[in-house]
Structure formats: structure tokens, C-alpha cells
């Protein structure tokens, strides 16, 4: 069977108030995933475009996006599943290209979350669940992901200070991270300053500094076939395995607070497809929206077992010079989390960290790396294994 | 003709709703009469919380109203400082997630706790609770 590479990949900054509209914010991602992919627009048999509408103005963004992009009159269409729309754009659109139906496809991520005020931001965060039987509690999605930090630590004695060195961890590569909106270091002892905005409380158990920013930004990659990318690219990057999952949205139709199933169910088929154990996983970029969701990828990723996360962070094991080095990039907590951008500025890292041009944050010589992307609270899992010649 | 009255009656859900119409509307009668309720299918016999008007094991609507009754165990909770729009005079709150006999129930703990008494394990009712403006849901309490 013939294989799928990713022959380019791009993102812009990930900024607070980007100061553009949203098909100038996607173009910053797409220049840089077409020239990364040595084609042009002409090139291009069809693009998907990636984003959770709720923050957009524009109906449709698909066909708006997809002009000023210069990829008409090739078709194009609208992908969400929150926050891993790209990762999803990425697996619908390997079948695409495996199918035989194109040969070139980009998967174009964005988010301008500052589109829409603060206030508007507000109301929307409290739709963020089943709108039905829980968001009349008063419901966000700190406050879920915080339901599953103290599920963690009430079965396994996981402690707030285990979840604030993921932080300080992501804060150590967010400052070499010249894409990260949020580059300033971040100590323990900031945690433990009852001054320090970090360590306020948010939703018990979880601080200000167990949570990732809002931002606005786009990615771009590029799939291609094997004959493509061997025409265009010198280093393709092939997709070893793609696995995806959903579940219950709402909490009382789930059996695990602990973790999350659907990276569990997620990861088995990705593993599978690709033939390869987590202790092969040479680097990982994980959906670290909140420091907790790091600890239970570390567990439903098979990196660490059920409850022994914590050991691997206090560990440093997935630093970069660790075992299993983890968001090198400075991860969500430190780039920011413009929703429909996400997976694909993780897919980003994972490339450019294979081909060996990860920069400052490059972990020695990797061959197989991890993309683990969840949308809303566990609701969407994604993960992509992605492998060099 | 005469004009057809719309039951909209989950429109009195939680401190604000986002649904009025439901095909389990009567979730909230229930509510008034004191009572919680989770439906369970006619015919195969699966039990759901949040109530649901459709099984999803055999494709059923025809369902049973069953009330969730006795003690429950706390599973996890968070007490939240921020809220969303139309929240604020709620905080400070905290949601949880209690395991009753055949069904699990996501929602608030009773103002009357203090901090120190919710704590992952405890026993818990589950019990409607009147709010302003004719509102009305249900909250968890000591059991």
C-alpha cells in the first residue's frame, strides 16, 4: 500500500489580539507550509479548513479562507471536533489522499478566539458541555478538567505540586519557543506566592497556572501521496498511524475520571495501525490545555502506568534529554490554545523535530514521534504517529 | 383551532437554561414534586441519567420514569471561583459527580456544606432545590 507523508508544515505566532482578519491570519500559516512543501497553490487538489466556529463571524469560513489562500477552484470544506479539528482535518484527509481521490491536501487550522469580546467569550465557554443537563450548573472547562485532577488524586495521590511542574516544564521550552505567546519563566515558588497570579485558584484543585491561555493563530500542513512526496520533498515525514475516538459528553454517562477513554481507545488503534509499542515513541507533542490533562496523556499514552504519571514529571523524564521528552515546544500551557490551530502547530513540532530542525528545542536524533489531540473535555481523541525514512 | 400549548418546562432548569423543549420535559415535574428522576427502557432494560427519551442499546422510546433514590458516593467535585455569564451570583460553587445504584448524577453540592465536608467517598442524596425566579434544580447533600 502505498504510503502518506507530510511534505510541509507552517504556523504563525500564536499571539493575544491578532491584528488581522482571519483569512490574513490563515495566510501566515499557509505561505509557510507551501514554500516548507516546495509547491504552489496549484499544486494544492483541495484543501480542509479547521476551526470551532463558535468564535468566528464569518458563516462558513471554508470557501472565504480558501480564495484569499489562492486554492480555488479546488474543492474545499468546513471540519470541527473542537479543539482537535486539525487532527481530525489530518485523518480525513489521509483517506483522501490514500483513497486515491487527491494527491496533495492542506489542512488549514485557525482560531482568532478575539474575534468575538470577552464577554461573548464568556457565554460561550458556559455552552462548552452537554448544554442540556450540565451547563445549568454553571459549568466550564477548567472546572471539568479539575473534576478529573482530583479524581487522579484521590485514587493515586497525585498532589497539586505534580501538576505544577508540567507547568514549570512547559514554561522551560516556552522560552525558546519564539512561536509561544506565553515565553516568561515559571517557578514553583510562584506557585506557592499567594501574590502571584498563577496561584490563584480557578477550580479546585487547578490554579491560574494549570491552565492554558486563550490565543489567536493558524497552522497549516500538507499531506501528499508517496509518489508526491517524493517528487517535492527531500525529508517526507510518513503517517505511521492515525486513531481516533469519542464518548459520553456528559460526565454521568462516563466510567473514568482518572483519565481519558477516548485517548485510551485513541492510542490503541494508532499503535496498532502503526505497528509500534509507546516505549518506541521517541517524542510526543500532548493536548496539554491544563497541567492534569498532561498527567493522564502521560498514563493513556502508555508512557507512564495508571497513576504513575507523577513519577515521570518529578522524574524529568519528559524533558527533553528525559526518556520520553513531552511538549518540547513549550506545549498549550506555554503557546497557547487557538482551538482549530492546535493540532496542527502540534503536528508541526513533531515533523520539524523528526527532520531534525526543531531548533534549540530538538531532542536528540527521534525516528517515531506522537500527536495526542483532544477535543472538548475528552469527548474527541486524537492521535497521530508519525515516522522518518 | 385551537392553539397548541408548547411545554416548555425545561426552560426552569438550573440557575440558567439553555433548552425549554425537551421530550423529557417532565424531568422537571418531577422535580417539583420533589423527586430526581433517570428514565429506564421498557424493553431492554437500560437505565439512563440524564434521562433520555431514546435507548441507545435497542433503539427504543418507550422508557420508564424510575426516581434515583438512596445514597450515592461522591466521585470527584471542584469548587469554582469563576463562573460563566450569568453565574455570578452563584460563586462560589461546587459541581460533583455522585455513583448511585444504576446511574451516575452530575451536579451541585448544597450551599449548606462547608469545604471541609465534601470530601472524594462521602455518602450523598441526591434532592431538588427550589432557586430564584421559579427556578429549579436538584443539589447533593450529606446523607
Known amino acids: 500500500m502505498a504510503r502518506v507523508a507530510i511534505i510541509g508544515v507552517g504556523q504563525s505566532k500564536f499571539v493575544r489580539g491578532y491584528p488581522g482578519s482571519i483569512r490574513e491570519l490563515a495566510f501566515e500559516a499557509y505561505r509557510e507550509a507551501v514554500q516548507d512543501a516546495n509547491i504552489t497553490s496549484k499544486n494544492v487538489d483541495a484543501s480542509i479548513i479547521c476551526s470551532a466556529p463558535e468564535y468566528d463571524k464569518q458563516r462558513s469560513p471554508a470557501g472565504v479562507l480558501a480564495e484569499y489562500l489562492g486554492l480555488t477552484p479546488q474543492p474545499t470544506f468546513y471540519l470541527e471536533t473542537v479543539c482537535s479539528s486539525s487532527s481530525t482535518g489530518l485523518k480525513v484527509a489521509y483517506s483522501m489522499v490514500k483513497a486515491g481521490l487527491h494527491d496533495i491536501v492542506c489542512i488549514l487550522g485557525f482560531q482568532k478566539m478575539s474575534e468575538i469580546t470577552s464577554a461573548e467569550s464568556q457565554e460561550r465557554m458556559g455552552r462548552g458541555a452537554d448544554i442540556q443537563w450540565e451547563s445549568p450548573f454553571g459549568t466550564m472547562m477548567p472546572a471539568y478538567y479539575a473534576l478529573h485532577a482530583r479524581a487522579h488524586m484521590a485514587k493515586y495521590g497525585t498532589t497539586e505540586d505534580d501538576l505544577a511542574l508540567i507547568r514549570v516544564k512547559a514554561a522551560t521550552y516556552g522560552q525558546i519557543n519564539d512561536r509561544a505567546v506565553y515565553q516568561k519563566p515559571v517557578t514553583m515558588e510562584m506557585f506557592k506566592d499567594p501574590e502571584n497570579s498563577l496561584a490563584g485558584p480557578v477550580a479546585s484543585p487547578l490554579r491560574v497556572g494549570d491552565c492554558c491561555a486563550n490565543a489567536d493563530g493558524s497552522s497549516c500542513i500538507i499531506l501528499a501521496s508517496e509518489e508526491k512526496a517524493k517528487a517535492f520533498s527531500k525529508k517526507p515525514v510518513w503517517i505511521l498511524g492515525v486513531g481516533a475516538a469519542s464518548t459520553a459528553v456528559n460526565m454521568a454517562g462516563r466510567d473514568l475520571f482518572s483519565g481519558l477513554t477516548v485517548a485510551m481507545e485513541a492510542a490503541k488503534t494508532a499503535y496498532k495501525m502503526a505497528g509500534v509499542s509507546p516505549k518506541e515513541i521517541d517524542v510526543a507533542e500532548v493536548h496539554d490545555c491544563f497541567t492534569i490533562a498532561e498527567m493522564m496523556a502521560y498514563e493513556n499514552l502508555g508512557f507512564a502506568k495508571p497513576g504513575e504519571g507523577k513519577d515521570l514529571i518529578r522524574a524529568k523524564e519528559t524533558y527533553k534529554e528525559g526518556g520520553i521528552p513531552v511538549n518540547v515546544d513549550g506545549g498549550l500551557l506555554s503557546k497557547g490554545h487557538p482551538i482549530g490551530a492546535t493540532g496542527g502547530s502540534q503536528l508541526r513540532t513533531i515533523v520539524l523535530q523528526l527532520r531534525g530542525e526543531a531548533g534549540p528545542m530538538q531532542v536528540e536524533n527521534p525516528e517515531i514521534g506522537l500527536v495526542h489531540n483532544i477535543g472538548g473535555v475528552g469527548l474527541y481523541g486524537n492521535v497521530t504517529i508519525l515516522g522518518r525514512d | ?143
Do not use: H
Not at chain 2, 435507548?55 to 434515583?68: A, F, K, N, Q, T
Open chain 2, 1 to 143: 383551532m385551537a392553539k397548541q400549548e408548547i411545554d416548555d418546562r425545561f426552560k426552569k432548569f438550573g440557575t440558567v437554561s439553555f433548552t425549554s423543549i425537551s421530550k423529557v420535559n417532565d424531568f422537571i415535574g418531577y422535580l417539583e414534586k420533589g423527586k430526581v428522576m433517570a428514565t429506564k427502557c421498557k424493553k431492554c432494560g437500560m437505565t439512563f441519567f440524564p434521562p433520555r427519551a431514546d435507548c441507545s442499546g435497542c433503539l427504543s422510546s418507550d422508557m420508564d420514569w424510575i426516581e434515583v433514590t438512596g445514597e450515592g458516593t461522591l466521585l470527584t467535585f471542584s469548587k469554582l471561583q469563576y463562573g460563566p455569564v450569568g453565574f455570578e451570583g452563584d460563586l462560589p460553587y461546587t459541581i460533583a459527580l455522585a455513583q448511585f445504584k444504576d446511574v451516575k448524577v452530575f451536579g451541585r453540592m448544597s450551599k449548606e456544606l462547608s469545604d471541609a465536608d465534601v470530601v472524594v467517598g462521602m455518602k450523598v442524596k441526591a434532592l431538588p432545590v427550589q432557586l430564584a425566579n421559579g427556578k429549579i434544580a436538584y443539589e447533593f447533600k450529606k446523607a
